[in-house]
Each structure stands twice: as C-alpha cells, then as structure tokens.
C-alpha cells in the first residue's frame, strides 16, 4: 500500500476523525497510485492516521480505517454487520409490514462512497467513490456473508454517481441473482420499486418517518403532495383518511408511477388524481384549496455555490404555497440539499411567511430517519430537514 503525507497542520481534522482528506492537504503520495486505490494517510513527520480510498477531486482520501490493519473480505463484513445490527437495534429490520429501509448511508456507517438500500429480498448498492467501485464484488461477498438468504439479488447501480472523469464505463447490472419481483413494502403500504430506471435507488426511503407524519395529520384534508415522485406522501395521505389528494411531478414517469403505487394500495379509489406538470405553474394557477400541502423538492443546492440562489428557490416555492393556503392549513415542507444548513433552510421558510404575509407557527422539525444516521465527526452527512407549520 503506498503512503500519501499530509502538509504540516493538516492532520487535525483526522485526528477528530473526519473521513475526507482534501487534495489541498497533501504533501506527496509515493508512487502513482490508481483512482480507487487504497493508501495509508500519514502526517508530514511519518505518524500514520488512516487508510482511505485515494481519488482525483477535492476530496482526495476517503477514509476507511483509522487503525492500521488490511481492508479485506473481512473488513466489509465487520462494517456491514456492524451496519445491520444497528438497524436491528432501531426496529426497522425484522417487521413484517416493512421490508424497505437503508443498510448503508456512507459516511453514518463510516463507508464513505457508499450507499446500500434493501428492498426485500433485493439490495440495491450504489457507489458514489471510484473506491467503492473498485471493491464491489468483495462488497457484495460481504454483504451476502452478512445478510445470508434474506438476500437474493444484489442491483449494483452507479452508473450516474461515478465520478465521469474517472471514465469507468460502469452500467448499471445485477452482481448477484436477478429478480423481476420489484415491489416492496413500508409502514404496510406496498410500492413499486424501479431500481433499474428510478431515481436515486429507485425510491426515496428517508422520507419514511416523514409520512407517517402526514398520514397522522391527513384526516379529512385537501391534500397537494408536490414533487410526489412514486408518491409515498400520497399514499399515506390515502391511508389517513384523507378527502382528496392530488399529487404533482414534471415528469410523467413519475405521475405513472404514483397512479400505480396508488392503485396497488387503493385499487379503484377516486380520491386520488396526478398532474404532470411544473411546481411553479401548478401553484400559480391551482384553484382548489388545499389544507395539507407537501414540499418536498429536489436538492436546489446540489455545491455550496449554489446556495444563494437555493435560498431564493426555496423562498419563493413556500411563500407561492403558503399565499394560497386557507386558514388553518398545514404545510410540509422539507430540504434536502446538504448545502443548506437547518438555520439557512428555516430563514428561507421565515421569509416566505413574511412575504406571503401569513402567521406561521412550527409544529415539528424534521429530519433523516435512523436508518440514515449522522457521524458525529462528520456534520455535512445531515442532509435532510422539513417543517411542519400550522399556517393562519
Ligand atoms: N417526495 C418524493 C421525492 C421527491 S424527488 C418522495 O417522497 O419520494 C423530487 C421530484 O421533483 C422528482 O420526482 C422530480 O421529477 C420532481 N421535480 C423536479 N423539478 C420539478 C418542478 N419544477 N416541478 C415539479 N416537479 C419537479
């Protein structure tokens, strides 16, 4: 394994056990190692601090030990297990009315790069590092070793989060079984799940605890899920005993996706309708009144360049909401852009009340469920926040 030395002072932040190395802190690496290689991480003066997945980027070094050993078969096995009992001890594993939860959340389960989610019998994995990459198949070993015949396929799918420099060609395939049973269950209701074609792994599964949420409060209302995706708010909503739902997405697929995920749960029921269209243009001409409203866009700040021009997107969608809200309402409304902090996300939402010149009050603030945990030395991994705001 090659050494890469740090620049004296820059050992700090792995000395708290932060997980990155940025390129700007390294002195020299020996040899010329190949993206996705490990490498030992040692201070200028030759003490070593971590072994990591070496890469072209900012982020240079990903770390995966902060102990000196070989990252082997049984070094993913011990993650993984580690990974999996944590589930167990949060009681998403193991019901019968729920088979759909995240295995692995990267840096919360100090894996950066890597992502893993389980859907039944199938897990799809995804790698956001060419390291990751690189050590897919022992991964998937691993990962089988783990979960044993709970485990049938294994979806790898990271043809979209792959660094494009790197050029790895990857496409998308099964590394284990194959299946073309693609449902799966959450909270007892029952979704389709295009992990081949879907976004992200094909569903949103951090939202879980979020729309129990909602069905909590869904009695009786006019609900709007916008950016409804495969539609898990609506079909809560539904559940809940919601008067009507309408559900909003730009892109057909996903209003396909949301009248199938309805019908498998709600065959027949005439309180549901979708709309392909624009958030904005939706808001702007909607005449029915709505009294629960969800928003739950995509990431507008996706680099911490763009977080100004986030700040004002998400300004604008909750004041445009909240303006056509009767008295009495609820709105939903979440972030999940890691550029935008908690404070950044509720000073948004503070002047979208004062521009739509409504009384607001927080209910609840929301966030990731357990199953997409925090490293306490690694704060960037809080990505998702919401607010519930009772509107007058
Ligand atoms: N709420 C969903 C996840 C939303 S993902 C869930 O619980 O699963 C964001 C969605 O917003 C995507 O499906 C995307 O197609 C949609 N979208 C992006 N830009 C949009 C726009 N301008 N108007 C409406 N929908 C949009």
């Known amino acids: 394994m090659k050494n890469l030395y740090l620049n004296k002072g820059k050992e700090e932040s792995l000395r708290r056990f932060h997980p990155w190395v940025f390129s700007g802190a390294v002195k020299h690496i020996e040899g010329n190692p190949r993206e996705g290689e490990l490498v030992r991480v040692m201070a200028c003066d030759g003490t070593f601090l971590a072994i990591g997945h070496w890469q072209i980027g900012s982020i240079a070094v990903r770390v995966l030990s902060f102990e000196d050993r070989p990252i082997d078969l049984g070094f993913w096995v011990e993650r993984l297990q580690i990974a999996y009992t944590m589930r167990k001890a949060t009681g998403v594993v193991g019901r019968k009315d729920n088979d759909t939860y995240r295995l692995v959340h990267g840096e919360g389960d100090n894996l950066p790069g890597l992502v893993i989610d389980m859907y039944g019998a199938t897990a799809v994995m995804q790698a956001h590092s060419v390291g990751m990459h690189v050590s897919r198949k022992e991964i998937a070993d691993a990962l089988k070793t783990v979960l044993g015949d709970v485990l049938q396929s294994i979806y790898y799918?990271?043809?979209?989060?792959?660094?494009?420099?790197?050029?790895?060609?990857?496409?998308?395939?099964?590394?284990?079984?194959?299946?073309?049973?693609?449902?799966?269950?959450?909270?007892?209701?029952?979704?389709?799940?295009?992990?081949?074609?879907?976004?992200?792994?094909?569903?949103?599964?951090?939202?879980?605890?979020?729309?129990?949420?909602?069905?909590?409060?869904?009695?009786?209302?006019?609900?709007?899920?916008?950016?409804?995706?495969?539609?898990?708010?609506?079909?809560?909503?539904?559940?809940?005993?919601?008067?009507?739902?309408?559900?909003?997405?730009?892109?057909?697929?996903?209003?396909?996706?949301?009248?199938?995920?309805?019908?498998?749960?709600?065959?027949?029921?005439?309180?549901?309708?979708?709309?392909?269209?624009?958030?904005?243009?939706?808001?702007?001409?909607?005449?029915?009144?709505?009294?629960?409203?969800?928003?739950?866009?995509?990431a507008f700040a996706k680099h911490r360049d763009a977080v100004r021009h986030a700040i004002k997107g998400y300004t604008k969608l909750n004041a445009r909401a909240m303006e056509k809200m009767p008295a009495g309402s609820l709105l939903f409304t979440f972030s999940c852009s890691q550029a935008i902090s908690k404070e950044q996300f509720r000073m948004a939402v503070f002047t979208a009340a004062t521009l739509a010149k409504r009384n607001v009050r927080i209910l609840h603030q929301l966030h990731q469920p357990a199953d997409h945990p925090v490293n306490i030395y690694h704060p960037e991994g809080e990505y998702l926040k919401g607010l519930v705001l009772y509107v007058e």
């Not at 799940?193 to 909602?214: A, H, P, Y």
């Not at 995920?261 to 269209?277: S, W, Y």
């Open 157 to 298: 799918k990271s043809e979209t989060t792959l660094p494009f420099k790197a050029d790895l060609g990857q496409e998308n395939s099964f590394i284990l079984g194959s299946t073309l049973h693609n449902t799966a269950y959450e909270n007892g209701l029952c979704f389709h799940i295009d992990w081949l074609k879907g976004q992200k792994t094909g569903f949103f599964v951090d939202q879980r605890d979020n729309r129990s949420l909602v069905e909590q409060y869904a009695k009786g209302r006019r609900v709007l899920n916008m950016f409804c995706y495969t539609g898990g708010f609506s079909v809560y909503a539904m559940r809940g005993g919601a008067h009507l739902v309408h559900s909003v997405d730009s892109s057909q697929k996903a209003v396909d996706l949301v009248n199938a995920n309805v019908e498998l749960n709600f065959p027949g029921d005439e309180r549901h309708k979708a709309f392909a269209e624009d958030a904005f243009k939706y808001l702007d001409r909607m005449e029915e009144a709505y009294d629960l409203v969800i928003l739950d866009p995509p």
